[in-house]
């Protein structure tokens, strides 16, 4: 039977489908105001110093440009400017436009896994890649102001490879729209430079040999740019670069979002995601393939390339079992190719015994749900911890944890806050301050 006169799901599957993936994303809509954090702290003592930089010397190229911790963030001084003079510097902005760049992304993502599951699959297809972009972890990626630089790079970066594979005729627009898309993607992070090997294996093994040498000739021009005016190296890189700590930080990398919850089993996870995503790039994307598959071989690629330069950039600096979750968003692409790879056996399966099936994707929606509620809890209490700390700071109490999550310098950063309230920058939030630590309330609790 062809795709076209298939039948798809039993109507009450699809259902049951339809309505646990709105109740997730509903609940990663929810999350957007529940974990919301924007008063400034952190690096954002430093971009507001810019900012007033800025105003000091009128260099705008420099308050865009110039590097900050290696990375050159355009979007996010773009943002913090905007905000400042049309909102009044009250965090709405970034968190609007870290909102539009998660769902945009997801809505990609779902695009790609809807056509890669075909006739009669394509909610399962685009509900299975929207929900491995929208877990409750991923969302605090938008939320807080100061983690929107990985998906100002996460959504050009997965644009580029979309439109370096999208089916159709192959134009000269849509290969500009995809180098112009990998450029912004390392204007957000410097993560966003991963796109470019991720576009350079796809069209080496499809055989595309003369716009493979354009995307490795505009990559090294970019990346070279991108070098220039850095004046210290990553994290790990002052110390010197140790291979066993690199390559266990990459494993645990891979092993997120769940290396948080299972921290001794998380080289074990990571190396399972490492085993499936080299038997991918080994075995697909080669020349005639399906455009899905080709693009879903990119999308792993560059998150392997994120694992591998944060191994390299975090060596000394981070254990690898705590590598930060905040990176955990960058292995959306990989998981989403490795779901889309994964479709076309689930396609056989269910045309061989659809009842089997069917039950299959309502156990499916059951665990989606599960899955997202313990990220949901451990969102609010990471962003509720956060904000208490803020709010003791604030509050001009000091605790040990300050130091590492509001600044290295609490003098410094004193000096910054208290300048900031008498401009009236960044002092509001969406929702009451969590309660203070050891009270009868709940951590989770979204009231005072």
């Not at 439109?163 to 000269?172: F, M, R, V």
């Not at 490795?338 to 396609?347: F, H, I, Q, S, T």
């Amino acid at each position: 039977m062809s795709d076209d006169t298939r039948p798809g799901l039993a109507p009450a599957v699809r259902l049951i489908f339809a309505l646990a993936l709105a109740l997730y994303l509903g609940v990663a809509a929810w999350l957007l105001w529940r974990t919301s954090i924007l008063e400034a702290y952190s690096d954002m003592y430093d971009w507001i110093a810019r900012w007033d930089r800025l105003r000091a010397d009128g260099d705008l190229g420099r308050y865009l440009w110039a590097p900050h911790n290696f990375h050159h963030l355009v979007w996010t001084f773009a943002v913090l400017g905007a905000d400042i003079r049309a909102f009044g510097a009250s965090g709405y902005l970034f968190l609007a436009v870290g909102a539009l760049c998660l769902a945009t992304t997801a809505v990609m993502l779902a695009s790609l896994g809807a056509a890669a599951a075909g006739q009669g699959l394509r909610l399962v297809g685009a509900g299975g890649a929207a929900a491995l972009c929208l877990t409750g972890c991923d969302v605090l990626d938008a939320s807080f102001d100061i983690n929107t630089t990985y998906v100002h790079a996460l959504v050009f970066a997965v644009a580029a490879i979309l439109l370096a594979e999208a089916p159709g005729a192959i134009s000269l627009r849509r290969r500009g729209g995809a180098l112009a898309c990998a450029v912004a993607a390392g204007l957000g992070s410097a993560a966003g430079l991963a796109v470019w090997p991720a576009l350079l294996f796809a069209t080496w093994r499809g055989g595309q040999r003369r716009w493979m040498w354009t995307v490795l000739a505009a990559g090294a021009v970019f990346s070279g740019l991108y070098l220039l005016g850095e004046t210290a190296g990553p994290a790990g890189a002052a110390g010197g670069v140790r291979p066993a700590e690199a390559i266990a930080l990459t494993v645990n990398y891979l092993a997120l979002p769940w290396l948080r919850g299972a921290p001794s089993a998380g080289w074990v996870i990571g190396l399972v995601v490492l085993a499936l995503s080299l038997a991918a790039l080994a075995t697909k994307g080669r020349r005639g393939a399906p455009w899905p598959e080709r693009a879903a071989v990119g999308l792993i690629l560059f998150s392997l390339t994120t694992a591998a330069m944060a191994g390299v950039a975090r060596t000394g600096a981070t254990a690898p079992q705590l590598t930060p979750m905040r990176y955990a968003v960058f292995l959306a692409p990989l998981h989403v190719g490795l779901w889309v790879l994964a479709l076309p056996y689930l396609r056989q399966a269910w045309e061989k015994r659809p009842g089997r099936w069917e039950a299959a994707v309502a156990a499916a929606a059951a665990v989606m749900l599960l899955h997202q509620a313990a990220m949901a809890v451990y969102a609010v209490r990471t962003a509720d911890q956060n904000l208490r700390v803020v709010a003791d700071f604030r509050a001009r109490r000091r605790t040990p944890q300050m130091t590492a999550t509001i600044y290295p310098d609490l003098g410094r950063a004193q000096a910054q806050a208290d300048a900031m309230r008498r401009e009236g920058f960044y002092q509001r939030e969406l929702r009451p301050d969590p309660p203070p630590s050891g009270s009868d309330i709940s951590a989770s609790s979204s009231g005072r």
